[in-house]
């Protein structure tokens, strides 16, 4: 089936620090999405993308729908402890008409 | 307001031993969905309702059933559970389908099978 890589699996940082992980994929998906986990709970939307080439942020976080329409990229800036968590991507669309997730990044942030 | 609630939390099977996971929502949402977590594999889709009364297969059906008698729940039962069934579930909801509104998920439960 379709698949999303997602890198890089896991980032060990110290506060402060700009972070970025991305996501590709061999299909062209119509939207893309950023979700967070944090421990215990489930995924939280944080940004949600519909166009290529669209770059939308959210506070300290920027995420761009690649021009391709085959990858995306999530921006951290000046991460923070409570950032702590697995961040995972999903594109909408492409053969299956499906969400498809990527397999995560977990991100700790060292104080 | 309480969004999306799954029960149990938690819960430990032996092999063979059937169960059913209750999912319910309070947003009035159309879209239900039930994913399974697994180390290094992201979020798979079980199964999904597109409405009351409506499931459909996702991409790791096999050894699961669902069921939406009513808008509000979403039931994923195990037969007969095995090993390979232990993951972390998560249900979700949304109000238009996956690519247009944001899914909401619950909480998650943990199960183990023996």
């Known amino acids: 089936g379709q698949q999303l890589n997602q890198s890089p699996q896991s980032m060990f940082i110290q506060e402060g620090e700009d972070v970025s992980m991305n996501c590709t994929s061999s299909?062209?998906?119509?939207?893309w999405l950023w979700y967070k986990q944090d421990p215990g709970e489930g995924p939280v939307l944080l940004i949600a993308?519909?166009?290529?080439?669209e770059l939308t942020s959210n506070g300290r976080l920027t995420a761009q729908f690649g021009i391709t329409r085959k990858d995306s990229f999530l921006n951290i800036s000046a991460s923070i402890p409570s950032d702590v968590g697995i961040y995972f991507c999903?594109?909408?669309?492409?053969?299956?008409?499906?969400?498809?997730f990527g397999t995560g990044t977990l991100l700790a942030v060292q104080p | 307001n309480a969004g999306v609630t799954q029960t149990p939390k938690f819960r430990v099977l032996k092999t063979g031993q059937s169960m059913t996971l209750l999912c319910a929502q309070d947003m009035n949402h159309e879209y239900m969905y039930w994913y399974r977590q697994d180390p290094g594999m992201g979020l798979r889709l079980i199964h999904y309702s597109v409405g009351e009364g409506t499931t459909a297969k996702g991409e790791v059906p096999d050894g699961y059933n669902v069921s939406r008698l009513k808008k509000q729940n979403f039931l994923l039962g195990l037969e007969s559970a095995a090993p390979s069934q232990t993951s972390v579930y998560f249900c979700?909801?949304?109000?238009f389908g996956a690519g247009n509104s944001p899914l909401h998920f619950g909480n998650g439960t943990r199960l183990t099978v023996t």
């Open positions: 979700a909801s949304s109000y």
């Open positions: 999903a594109g909408y669309g492409g053969a299956t008409n499906k969400l498809i």
């Open positions: 299909s062209i998906f119509n939207t």
């Open positions: 993308l519909y166009k290529a080439g």
